[in-house]
């Protein structure tokens, strides 16, 4: 299974960046779960949960809202308003 490149800012700080097994967002047109060797994709974020799931067995989670997610070549940014590191 590849590798995905992640990324999730805010407008005010990079929230956080590394290598995942799998993403999983909500977007406006629903739940979204990405692997390795996704087709590129932008999707508008709806309020909710984004889930990583670090390559070193890492859970991250992160509140968003008001954004997008990208898809590119295993690279994924998410860009969100607002957006929280969940503890």
């Known amino acids: 299974m590849a590798t995905l490149n992640v990324s999730v800012v805010s407008a005010e700080r990079e929230i956080w960046s ?3 097994s799998n993403v999983s967002a909500k977007t406006v ?3 979204i779960g ?3 060797g996704h087709e590129p994709l932008l999707a508008l ?3 909710g949960a984004v ?3 670090g390559t ?3 859970k991250i ?6 954004g997008f997610l990208s898809v590119d070549h295993d690279t994924i940014t998410i860009v969100a308003g607002r ?3 969940v503890a």
């Open 29 to 31: 047109e629903g739940e």
């Open 56 to 58: 070193d067995g890492e």
């Open 83 to 85: 957006a929280e590191l």
């Open 34 to 36: 990405i692997y390795g």
């Open 61 to 66: 989670t992160v509140n968003a809202e008001d």
């Open 45 to 47: 974020l709806a309020e």
């Open 51 to 53: 889930r990583v799931a």
């Open 18 to 20: 590394g290598t995942a």
